[in-house]
């Protein structure tokens, strides 16, 4: 068993920057590729970037290549989502998810979830 927690989700001006932490529990986290889903009002919840177990491959969505960053830290059980030039278009709750296989872009790859952060971009 594997929990997420989420942090660091917020209100932010189009433009800025934010940067999503997720803590798993247990000591079995560097066996699992993470992920960042968001999911907006209406719509389906949509991949956004994952990283492999020791963090040496990852993979973006189109639509957040070149402004968001994905990365892990094994040691502190922990995932990031460094974000940067945000958009209205953001706008989501963002969710981290766990997998045994790594660099899933669909939640049924993902076995374990977070309880999600909001993220509200304003324009």
């Known amino acids: 068993q594997v929990q997420l927690v989420e942090s660091g989700g917020g209100l932010v001006q189009a433009g800025g920057s934010l940067r999503l932490s997720c803590a798993a529990s247990?000591?079995?986290?560097?066996?699992?590729?993470m992920g960042w889903f968001r999911q907006a009002p209406g719509k389906e919840r949509e991949f956004v970037a994952a990283?492999?177990?020791?963090?040496?491959?990852?993979s973006y969505a189109n639509s957040v290549k070149g402004r968001f960053t994905i990365s892990r830290d094994n040691a502190k059980n922990t995932v990031y989502l460094q974000m940067n030039s945000l958009k209205p278009d953001d706008t989501a709750v963002y969710y981290c998810?766990?997998?045994?296989?790594?660099?899933?872009?669909?939640?049924?790859?993902?076995?374990?979830w977070g309880q999600g952060t909001q993220v509200t971009v304003s324009s």
């Open positions: 990283i492999s177990r020791r963090g040496e491959g990852t």
């Open positions: 998810a766990a997998a045994g296989s790594p660099l899933g872009r669909v939640p049924s790859s993902y076995d374990y």
């Open positions: 247990g000591r079995t986290f560097s066996r699992y590729g």
